[in-house]
């Protein structure tokens, strides 16, 4: 199987920054691209960021300019560094990664989600 392990979560006051890792582990052959997601309490799963293979990445209006994704390839871990946070940041964040397995099967695998907490 694949697994995907956040790490980084916690509580920060406006204004802080905070950097989250996601590691993927298991049957991994390759992955096709890595994103984070998070859900606000009361709200549905919104996209925050995503990093393709060849390293384009892509935001979410709301954090564009204060969050950067990037990842190291060799250690199949994606990264999400913000800066700025403002209380409508908090959420539980959560890794994704489609990856192709080893066995040349593609799969969309989900981490647990890290909670991040802009407190006033």
């Known amino acids: 199987q694949v697994q995907l392990v956040e790490s980084g979560g916690g509580l920060v006051q406006p204004g802080g920054s905070l950097r989250l890792s996601c590691a993927a582990s298991g049957s991994i052959f390759s992955i096709n691209a890595m994103g984070w997601y998070r859900q606000a309490p009361g709200k549905q799963r919104d996209l925050v960021a995503t990093?393709?293979?060849?390293?384009?990445?892509n935001y979410a209006d709301s954090v564009k300019g204060r969050f950067t994704i990037s990842k190291n390839n060799a250690k199949n871990t994606v990264y999400l560094q913000m800066n700025s946070l403002k209380p409508e940041d908090t959420a539980v964040y959560y890794c994704n990664a489609n990856v192709v397995t080893t066995y040349l099967r593609a799969l969309e695998a989900w981490g647990q989600g890290t909670p991040v907490t802009v407190s006033s």
């Open positions: 990093i393709t293979g060849a390293g384009s990445t």
